[in-house]
Nanobody, 115 residues
Framework: QVQLVESGGGLVQPGGSLRLSCAAS????????MGWYRQAPGKQRELVAR???????TYADSVRGRFTISRDNAKSTVYLQMNSLKPEDTAVYYC?????????WGQGTQVTVSS
């Protein structure tokens, strides 16, 4: 059974930073691609960043250069370091795992960027 638990969200001022964590209960974590998505009110869920099992990251254009995705396979955890945050980054952020052709999601963590 796959379980994903996000943490690290909160309220931050524009220009600030946050680090999200996703602890995964997945047998063989290291072989799976992991990702972060977000959903703002009234909008569809969108990809923020993904990291392949080999550690190669991909980013949405809107966050490239500001966000960094990483993973610690020994801890079965994926991280999202978010710098230079903007009000438009406000959303619920979800951790995603693609396991056996099926998408799994965490419960989400709220990120609010506001002065």
């Amino acid at each position: 059974q796959v379980q994903l638990v996000e943490s690290g969200g909160g309220l931050v001022q524009p220009g600030g930073s946050l680090r999200l964590s996703c602890a995964a209960s997945i047998s063989g974590f290291s072989i799976y691609d992991m990702g972060w998505y977000r959903q703002a009110p009234g909008k569809q869920r969108e990809l923020v960043a993904r990291i392949a099992r080999g550690g190669i990251p991909t980013y949405a254009d809107s966050v490239r250069g500001r966000f960094t995705i990483s993973r610690d396979n020994a801890k079965s955890t994926v991280y999202l370091q978010m710098n230079s945050l903007k009000p438009e980054d406000t959303a619920v952020y979800y951790c995603n795992a693609l396991v056996g052709g099926k998408d799994y999601w965490g419960q989400g963590t709220q990120v609010t960027v506001s002065s």
